[in-house]
């Protein structure tokens, strides 16, 4: 499948002007990948063929919602998908306890149907705690991680 330059500058406008951070597709032999942000490279998450799927743990519901202490506050998962909190299988998270965020930060990635989204922190801060595991399916407004805000 051949592409046009004018077809390529219409995907990235319809991209552009989307919710998504990032965009891959694969048809027919052609692959396209476009991102957004800067989510450190295009995430490689294709799966191996042979290799089993992870196991996502319990269900959402299934999984206690924590309150949350005093202090500090949730990242929550802006939508419905599987979490994943490195870019790549093996490369290091984005974030991890200890480190320090911004709002604009990218703490994760949360993929629905082939298409990843990246998730920021929304507010500046150190991260306390890394709630959600590498490809564990997450509820919308699930909390990912516990951050300490500035200031607070």
Known sequence: MELTDEDVREILDLIDKSKFDYFEIEYRGLKLTVGKTSVAAAPARAPASAAP???PGPA????????????????PAPMVGTFYPAP???APPFVSPGDRVEP???VGLIEVMKVFTAVTAGLAGTIEEVLAGDAQGVEYGEPLFLIRPDGG
């Open 88 to 90: 790549q299988p093996g």
């Open 53 to 55: 799927a992870p196991d």
């Open 60 to 75: 959402p519901a299934a999984r206690k919602r924590r309150d949350i202490p005093d202090g500090l506050a949730a990242i």
């Open 104 to 106: 604009d930060t990218t």
